[in-house]
């Protein structure tokens, strides 16, 4: 599903045996719609408590944030109830719909993402569709989308001081 993936795979299996299947976002369904430079100070993410997603990293690159502009928004959101780690700033939204998902990256600047591995990760792809500025971890999969200082910043995984943007 993506070139990275592609190339992990393809490595430890025999020669030939493996295709790329590339993933993609729907345009239609994932756009813009409210003016980029409209948008508040806000910061979006997806929070998932599966270790390689490494929440607590976007968490605390939020914070930095928080404390560098003590003004900034955070929309968070994932399909449990509130995490108990995010501070009372944060907004939380349980299972959101997809057109409240779009609500979400249209009324936010930049999307964080934390990840350890992805083979494609949506959430970035789906919110840079929407006009976000995305922050990412290096984490595989979003190359297909994501490079360093062209479409998005990327840093090392477990490094929430270089992830967390500067809004």
């Not at 993506?2 to 795979?9: M, R």
């Not at 997806?46 to 929440?55: G, H, L, M, Q, W």
């Not at 900034?72 to 998902?101: C, K, S």
């Not at 949506?122 to 979003?142: L, W």
Request: with cysteine; hydrophobic share 40%.
């Amino acid at each position: 599903i993506s070139k990275w993936l592609y190339e992990n795979v393809s490595a430890v299996t025999q020669e030939g045996r493996t295709i790329c299947v590339p993933e993609g976002i729907d345009h239609r369904r994932f756009r813009i719609l409210c003016d980029i430079a409209a948008r508040p100070r806000c910061i979006s993410m997806f929070f998932s408590t599966a270790p390689y997603k490494a929440p607590g990293d976007a968490v605390r690159a939020l914070e930095i944030c928080k404390g560098q502009q003590p003004g900034v928004q955070a929309i968070v959101f994932g399909t449990g109830p509130r995490p108990d780690r995010l501070p009372p700033w944060m907004e939380y939204h349980q299972n959101v719909p997809e057109a409240e998902l779009v609500r979400i990256y249209n009324q936010s600047s930049i999307f964080i993402c934390s990840s350890l591995a992805e083979g494609f990760a949506f959430p970035p792809a789906e919110a840079m569709a929407c006009g976000c500025a995305v922050v990412t971890t290096d984490c595989g999969g979003n190359r297909d989308y994501a490079e360093h200082e062209v479409t998005a910043l990327l840093s090392p995984p477990r490094d929430p001081e270089a992830l967390a943007p500067a809004p």
